[in-house]
């Protein structure tokens, strides 16, 4: 009797721990495989890389130790508050803009914070007027800043370079042509880091904020005029700060984007200030010391990582805490467009407009580069050529590259598929101590830069297989497809696993609930009722996901480099950019490539799914 | 301070798309009135207040307030203070923000903006809601700082989209005695989006009936009540019993007609609303009575069901096939389902109204 007692004791208790836990009130295979398989994975794949770069840089003389990051503090090559340098020099033919240096460290952080200041302004302007006002051409806008979003790796950023070199197409401009510059302006170093990451990025800003605009309740508004708030106070009062969720998730991932960001100082590593930031150190220490378990560049990693979380912290608290579920009720939803004042059509069409054909010149260039013989001394590029294009389809030792791409970006979206829609399902509709952690773990990869992955999978990978292992970086017969793939995986697995969240939260439980109820398994029910209503969002994030991972950089470069015969085509292009100026254009034939795959996808996409565009953001 | 303010719809029509949802309502509300829009749910209340708000333009007709036109003004020129069906709380300030965001606006001192605050939220019975956010309130309270934002300002002509249809019963009640007593008070016109008639009834100076973009009736609640013109309107404004009627003949004022196979005479000329084809015979459940007197007419049927509701009785009582409602006071002597019944009403009490 006593016995029995006891065991049912033990039994409510062990179903408490399973309900506290998990969330679930039964034990279920399926649910608990679902829990168990992204925890497993992120963990390997991403806690023990990072924790395994923690040891390393806390290590000295084999005790912990604070000693690499006391010396990389106290060095003025990593931190110098009075900074070198000026702010421009006045050369007989031109003026040459850089930037000022502070230390590796300074910069990276100013250089991030300058081009959030410069992606915000620009995109929550462009996303007040689309939202706003309706004017001839708007559709032409609509498309013309879907442009910025086509990534083409390094190849950008060296257009960037292109067009502010003394007798690039900007002084030619305004300087040759219009005349409002006396002398010729030319921007390099840091400055045009800043510039090309401001434009590559902004339309981050745009999107969120334009988002978040659509979802204002129109009543708020409205109220507010009814009220007697007009013009610039209503926006000041009630639109902007409805608006500010948005606004700050696209600010925060474009200063992480820049900081993490490895392209364009590779693109600008011929004036020597924009080597002189973080990426850039720990990659070029990483390529002149490999095989070395570096505490300097782990330490250097951890310190970037260490930004780059607080901007993640800071933006998860706020914009939780701001989550404005709209408390719409009976009210309907449309978007309030007016027409614009005369001074508003003006500023549409000399200022906005301009800008916005500012910032998709360097995808034009990228496809003017890839279709021509020649553009080193003109402001523009000279002599139409198919040959670059030509040789990535016929060239076996260039094709491979691209091939190489798409078999590890494809293969990855299969693994994050098969992860997100897991780790969605369990964080989404069990209630358990787990859960949240699941959820946080499958967005936590977009806080962390893709160097510090990188160098993170570099010592982890030849510290856990044995030394002539294929998978070994250290080896000779090293293939890095498989560590690629599962960095593709990692680092894109939070486009697709926010979509599928998304959608999973569109469906009610009740739908799993009453096929359970009538007998079937919960693995049927998700794959049978869940899965088919989400198919749409499952695409649209693989389909973002995978664009992403084609055109994935930092670890590409690094631990993809290490066997150029296995390597990816960004591994390729950066080889062409830092090489002779005459490869450049094969490297923008490549960009053409991605180009490409990208426009597919978002035509493939807005066909199949009917959303306009599936697009980045942290919600 | 305040003028008041007349209103005058002329014509107004509104489409969107497909849906007409005004067809050229014309109405004039008159100083310090509080005048109801009473209709069933999408018959263009709301649509026909946000264009008296500046909200919506109407596609042809005008607006016009103390006679001149203000169809052309935006609704932040208009000062026509609307309170939102949906409450339109700004999620983003705290009540005290949204309350006093109207007063600022209108760049009155701070010490009184304070004073003004406090009295709105006093008012609707949220003293010491002052720094919560709207999503910290229930529905109700939402709903009532929604009205106090509006009440603050002491707009002159103040319009109200069902703004209490979230608050329980008895709150419901106090609360629109509360906004009668401030519309008095205050001496401001009031525009009453509803679509409950009893509220409508209890709170109104005068009621349009409004159904499907078109004004069926205007007028006091008892007018409307007593003498509604349309079948819609002495459908829609309480429990009615309303049928199918031929008339058989018309002689010296008084006109008999065929009802369910009974033969009713003696109902006055003037009760016939419309033309004499296709009529209806409608009476109140409460004209009807259990006990036979001087000049009354008749209806047998069986008894159906009887319901209790403490004030009254009703007897539901099936005749033909049909439903015909009784109202009394009280039973004297017990009622079975299925016994014979005979009730009585006076002629003159009768309606006959068209389609
Ligand atoms: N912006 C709009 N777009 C399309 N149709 C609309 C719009 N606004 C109103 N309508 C339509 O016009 C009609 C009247 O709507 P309105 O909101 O005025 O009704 P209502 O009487 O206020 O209803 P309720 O009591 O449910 O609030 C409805 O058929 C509605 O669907
Ligand atoms: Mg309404």
Redesign the pocket.
Known sequence: MNTKMATVVKKVRHRKILENIFGIPHFDLFAIVSYVIPLAYIFIFLIVPLAEMLKIAFTYNGAFSLHWFKSIFSQEFYISPKPQGSLYVDTPQYIYVEGLDFGVILNSLIVAMFVTLLATLIGVTLAYVMYRYTFPGKSIFRVLLIVPLLMTPFVNAYVVKLIFRENGIFNWILHDLIGILPKPIRIDGLVGVMIAQAIAYYPIVYLNTYASFVNIDPSLEEQAENLGSRGFKLLRTITLPLALPGIAAGATLTFIFSLEDLGAPIAFHSASIAKKLITYQIYDKFLSETGYRSPEIAALAIILLALSLLAFALIRKYVSLRQYAMMSK?G?W?VRTVKPKWWQYVIIYTIVLPLVLFTITPQIGVILLAFSKEWSRTPYPRGFTLQHISQIALDPSVRRYVINSITYAFTAILIIVVISVMASYVSNRFRGVLSPIVEALTVFPLAVPGIVIAIGYFYFFASITPKTSVLNPLSVSFNPGPILIIAYSIRRMPFTARSIYAGIQQVHASLEEAAMNLGSTRWRAVMGILVPLIAMNVLGGAMLSFVYAMSETSVSITIGSLEMSKAPMTAYMRDLIVSAAGSAHMAAALGFILIAVQISAIILSTIITKQRYAFIGIT | MITLVTVKIDRVV?R??E?V?LKGVSLEIKHGELFTLL????????????IIAGLEYPDEGRVYFDGSDVTDLKTYERGAVLVF?NYALWPHMTVYENIAYGLKIRKIPRDEIKERVKRALELVKLEGYEDRYPTQLSGGQQQRVALARALAVQPKLLLL??PLSNLDAKLRIEMRSEIKRIQRELDITVIY?T?DQEEAMALSDRVAV?NF?VIEQVGTPREIYQRPKTKFVADFMGKNNILPAKILEIKNGRATLEVLGHRISGIPAENILGDYSDLYFSIRPEKVSLTPFEGAQAFEGRVDLVEYYGFFVEIVIKIKDVFFFVRVPDLKEPLKQGDNIKVYFNPRDVILLQE
């Open positions: 009976g309907r449309y | 509104k969107f798309g849906i949802a209709g069933p749910s999408g018959c263009g209340k709301t649509t026909l207040l946000r069906q989209d069902e989006v679509h409004m973009g």
